[in-house]
Antibody, heavy 120, light 106 residues
């Protein structure tokens, strides 16, 4: 059973960089065949896809966030990470990591989510 | 950008009711549409992918249909555990989600 777990600071100051890590268990990122995504949900609102990475390091970002987002992968630790720069209060959200099989075009496994608040 | 709209945005129903939610795409997305259920404080759960294929373990009272720009999610007989918010999602281009439909108890 694949499991994903987000970790990182729950509070980030405005203008700083938000950094989160997703640890994958029950399956290997480097086995290929899956995209590994970050998705966020503003409080009481809908879902917004941030971007994804393939095990090879290829990335694809939401155009609306592309200038501030970096997603990276560490296959030795079976982790992938999100960095979002120059954050504002509008980046306060629950951040999820999720898996997409390349053939499925949907998110079949999700982490539990972690709330990140941007505040001074 | 492909925009998704859902209707209704809110639905009040009783246990045993048949419920239908519609998702419309701003341009054709073939059958690259998925449906999710989300309960408060939890991550979304995949119900249906490829417009009509039931994810493993999902009860058969859930079904999906459609292609192109119009899709539906149907719950044939609403159960107490089905009261939640439902989202559609497309992956024809970069992924995007609909705004959600909250199903509440009448």
């Amino acid at each position: 059973q694949v499991q994903l777990q987000e970790s990182g600071p729950g509070l980030v100051k405005p203008s700083q960089t938000l950094s989160l890590t997703c640890t994958v268990s029950g399956g290997s990122i480097s086995s290929g065949g899956y995209y590994w995504s970050w998705i966020r949900q503003h409080p009481g609102k809908g879902l917004e896809w941030i971007g994804y990475i393939y095990y090879s390091g290829s990335t694809y970002y939401n155009p609306s966030l592309k200038s501030r987002v970096t997603i990276s992968v560490d296959t030795s630790k079976n982790q992938f990470s999100l960095k979002l720069s120059s954050v504002t209060a509008a980046d306060t959200a629950v951040y999820y990591c999720a898996r997409t099989p390349r053939w499925l075009r949907a998110f079949d496994y999700w982490g539990q989510g972690t709330l990140v608040t941007v505040s001074s | 950008d492909i925009q998704l709209t859902q209707s209704p945005s809110f639905l009040s129903a009783s246990v045993g009711d048949r419920v239908t939610i519609t998702c419309r795409a701003s341009q054709g997305i073939s059958s690259y549409l998925a449906w999710y259920q989300q309960k408060p404080g939890k991550a979304p759960k995949l119900l249906i992918y490829a417009a009509s294929t039931l994810q493993s373990g999902v009860p058969s009272r859930f079904s999906g249909s459609g292609s192109g720009t119009e899709f539906t999610l149907t719950i044939s007989s609403l159960q107490p555990e089905d009261f939640a918010t439902y989202y559609c999602q497309q992956l024809n281009s970069y992924p995007s989600f609909g705004p959600g439909t909250k199903v509440d108890i009448k």
